[in-house]
């Protein structure tokens, strides 16, 4: 007797939900206790601002963690991403460990990185040894290793729509993988109840009411169209602000890897540039997260929504800092660094086109990182998580054309190319080329997707 399709659904679901179950509940109590533990780190270092110089010598005991403790586990979210496209080495258990560690160590001395990185390589490993423990086949292990990212992505933002969508659109640039849609929402809601029930809250954002502006149309057309107008020009330069963060990191890494040949010199060197321009600028409002005010007045994301809460450069410098501190060899994350310089950003530009200061601080917040990681997508949906529905639209508008403006790079190197972003850039050497700037041909054999066509590189 042929079973009823609703069966085989249910059937799967269910099977999904057992399985996802532990490695959520797991990803999200590790992820409580990583925000914990920075969130006590980043105030510690509040109280006794002297650990800063210390942060060459901390940069230093990263390198030999990894050396010794982070066999495979250095590319970070790029080897989760690789794994999921195809079985390579795996994924090894100590990687949550030794990011969570390292991470902390990163945020405790003032280096200037984010968070995400932890969390999802913290869902990814859970999510391959529960997956090893499990025996499950290799298109199941892919499916599990999704819903890790979805869990630590969800989780430590407290986005879980966005942690789902993200972990399906960030493996390939334009192309979203559906066949994990149900494993990654269920893991992201999941991690986002259980750290939720460890007592860790979450930022909250707000955006102030937008009086509709007066123009010659505006008594005819139901949308603002100078404002949606001005959108778009700020999220061209949230593009453009994108593909300068993603080439100053591989650019920043590979001047240390050509002219530093002692490797352990590397992040020793990054720490002391850190030093140096928080001696600059006479302030330390770059260093770290940039979430909670050291001071009053200090610049920060939740600052950068109001009217002078942030310099006219705070965004250059937020970037000059990150992208040294994480091309030197921390640890942390891209995402909550993009954050700040798209909200400082956004601050920035409202004053230059006369908008309001909440809604392009928000508007930069979620498109600086749609730019950045290729995924309009969940970011247009971080921005109804985080900051409501109500413009919706905006948020849409402004993901995607910074997305567009973004080119071809990214911050994550093992993230390929399916479908080009532009009429003009599907021949094979073009591709090729965004894909070598962006660092990913680094094996030795690789093959490539795009619609149609399939490209092989040795």
Not at 90 to 111: N, Q, S
Not at 329 to 358: M, R
């Amino acid at each position: 007797m042929k079973k009823s399709p609703y069966y085989v659904i249910f059937k799967q679901l269910l099977r999904w939900t057992i399985l996802v179950f532990p490695a959520a509940v797991v990803t999200g109590s590790t992820i409580a206790l990583f925000l914990w533990l920075l969130n006590l780190a980043i105030h510690y270092r509040f109280t006794h601002q002297w650990l800063l110089f210390l942060l060459p010598v901390a940069g230093t005991a990263i390198y030999f963690i990894y050396s010794c403790l982070g066999k495979n586990s250095e590319k970070g979210n790029n080897l989760i991403i690789e794994e999921i496209r195809q079985s390579g080495e795996g994924i090894p258990k100590r990687m949550a460990p030794v990011i969570l560690v390292t991470t902390v160590m990163t945020h405790l001395f003032g280096g200037s990185a984010g968070r995400e990185g932890t969390a999802v390589q913290i869902g990814g490993s859970i999510a391959a040894t529960l997956g090893r423990w499990f025996r499950l086949n290799e298109a199941d292990t892919r499916l599990m290793l999704t819903a890790g990212i979805a869990a630590g992505f969800g989780a430590v933002f407290g986005t879980p729509l966005t942690g789902a969508i993200f972990a399906l659109e960030v493996l390939a640039v334009g192309r979203i993988q559906y066949n994990a849609l149900f494993p990654a929402l269920a893991a992201s809601i999941i991690a986002d109840i259980t750290v939720a029930a460890w007592g860790i809250h979450h930022t909250a954002y707000h955006i102030d009411i937008v009086p509709h502006t007066s123009y010659f149309m505006s008594d005819w057309l139901p949308m603002d169209l100078l404002l949606i107008l001005k959108v778009i020009v700020a999220a061209i330069a949230f593009g453009l602000c994108s593909f300068m963060f993603s080439g100053l990191v591989h650019e920043i890494k590979a001047l240390f890897t050509k002219t530093v040949p002692v490797k352990w010199l590397v992040p020793f060197i990054g720490g002391l540039i850190i030093i140096g321009l928080t001696y600059l600028n006479g302030k330390q409002d770059y260093l770290s997260l940039g979430v909670d005010p050291q001071y009053p007045g200090a610049i920060t994301i939740p600052s950068a929504f109001h009217a002078a809460g942030a310099d006219t450069w705070s965004w250059l410098w937020k970037t000059v800092y990150t992208t040294t501190t994480l091309a030197s060899g921390f640890k942390g994350g891209e995402v909550t660094p993009l954050f700040y310089i798209g909200a400082t950003l956004g601050n920035t530009l409202s004053h230059l086109l006369n908008a309001p200061v909440s809604l392009f601080a928000a508007l930069g917040f979620i498109a600086v990182f749609a730019g950045a990681t290729n995924t309009p997508l969940a970011c247009t949906f971080m921005g109804i998580e985080l900051f409501g529905g109500e413009y919706a639209l905006l948020f849409g508008i402004a993901c995607f054309t910074a997305y567009f403006f973004s080119g071809h790079s990214g911050i994550y190197s093992a993230q390929t190319i399916a479908v080009p972003k532009f009429e003009g850039a599907d021949d094979e050497k073009t591709l090729l080329q965004a894909q070598q700037k962006r660092g990913y041909l680094h094996t030795k054999f690789s093959k490539y997707t795009f619609g149609r066509k399939s490209i092989r590189s040795h």
